[in-house]
């Protein structure tokens, strides 16, 4: 379930950060959520996993989670402990699947200005990010209703299981 308000430390990605980027193909064989967990991001900054701590945020530029279409990538990110990822944009596949994982993601156009290492709370209800390093605060768009509910029952297996 996704908290409706926390704090996390950020760390900062660039644009186009693909898939193979997130978890890469090799360790595809497996969906043992916390093996995927280990080696996120790996390819991209080295000893990724062993620094990053649960309730941590990720903020990139545009495009994250283009590529190839496998839930690994989402899965692999909230199983690491990654509270959201904050960007411009989002691949479309990634963002539908970042939700049936039940990983929070917020699009915000704003975030050039926020760097590694600041601290944000994020407000979902009220559509908040407050840099609590700046002092600035800025507004996501909106996140449609049934993917809040999603979210809220942990991901869409969970969701479909409470409808049965």
């Not at 926390?6 to 093996?35: C, H, M, P, Q």
């Not at 975030?111 to 609590?132: F, H, M, P, R, W």
Request: with cysteine; proline share 2%; charged share 25%.
């Amino acid at each position: 379930m996704t908290q409706e308000r926390f704090t996390g430390k950020v760390w900062r990605f660039g644009a186009n950060i693909d898939t193979d980027v997130i978890i890469a193909a090799r360790y595809l064989n497996t969906s043992d959520e916390r093996v995927l967990a280990r080696h996120i991001m790996e390819d991209a900054r080295a000893g990724f996993a062993d620094i990053v701590a649960d309730g941590d945020i990720i903020v990139a530029d545009e495009n994250f989670g283009c590529g190839s279409s496998r839930e690994h990538a989402p899965l692999a990110l909230k199983a690491a402990g990654i509270a959201c990822v904050i960007a411009p944009s989002f691949a479309r596949i990634f963002y539908r699947n970042a939700f049936n994982m039940g990983l929070l993601i917020l699009e915000c156009d704003e975030v050039g200005d926020i760097s590694e290492g600041d601290k944000l709370a994020v407000d979902v209800t009220k559509g908040e990010i407050i840099n609590q390093t700046t002092s600035r605060t800025y507004h996501f768009k909106p996140i449609p209703e049934f993917m809040l509910e999603l979210l809220q029952s942990g991901g869409l297996i969970e969701y479909a299981k409470k409808q049965l």
